[in-house]
């Protein structure tokens, strides 16, 4: 008697139909509701090094502050996405103004905003985030923060941020 190994793909399809059907016994739990929430306030302060970024002048930094306000189109239970409404950015005294933007705060903690700012020449730039909260996308206030060189102000500045973000309905 000759016994003969079944075929990988024959193999992978009866495991596939085992799991199908015992799909409905198999609970994997239910997602955890999000509670509602509409608008976001981020506000935050830090410094901004000049791009390129010299280590030899790192103790040169310049003051920055950003405050943005978001209207919150989307939210499922692991991401709130966003638009960004209106807000400024203040780079050692000069002001750039808030054009357009979006961006999105999962459940990892992590925020990534790009914005199109324009300055008071009238100069369009484009503002990118990348941010780290000490939660996840819900109602309240949360400390934020973003890094450099990720965070950065087109190619004039990188931004060192700290602040926080308030999310209410």
């Known amino acids: 008697m000759q016994y003969r190994i079944p075929h990988p793909i024959l193999v992978s399809c009866m495991i596939l139909s085992t799991i199908?059907?015992?799909?409905?016994?198999?609970?994997?739990?239910?997602?955890?509701?999000?509670?509602?929430?509409?608008?976001?306030?981020?506000?935050?302060?830090?410094?901004?090094?000049?791009?390129?970024?010299?280590?030899?002048?790192?103790?040169?930094?310049?003051?920055?502050?950003?405050?943005?306000?978001?209207?919150?189109?989307?939210?499922?239970?692991?991401?709130?996405k966003f638009s960004v409404e209106g807000g400024s950015i203040s780079v050692n005294g000069e002001t750039y103004s808030v054009s357009s933007g979006k961006g999105h705060w999962g459940n990892n903690f992590k925020l990534q905003i790009n914005v199109k700012v324009t300055s008071s020449e009238g100069d369009i730039f484009q503002l990118i985030l990348h941010g780290t909260a000490d939660g996840s996308p819900g109602p309240g206030a949360f400390e934020v923060s973003f890094s450099m060189p990720q965070s950065k102000l087109a190619s004039k500045y990188f931004l060192y941020l700290d602040g926080n973000i308030v999310a209410s309905e």
């Open 20 to 80: 199908i059907t015992l799909s409905p016994i198999v609970s994997f739990g239910e997602a955890k509701p999000v509670d509602p929430f509409s608008n976001l306030t981020i506000r935050a302060e830090g410094q901004a090094y000049n791009i390129p970024y010299n280590y030899y002048y790192k103790g040169m930094h310049k003051s920055a502050v950003l405050s943005l306000t978001c209207a919150v189109t989307k939210i499922t239970p692991g991401l709130a």
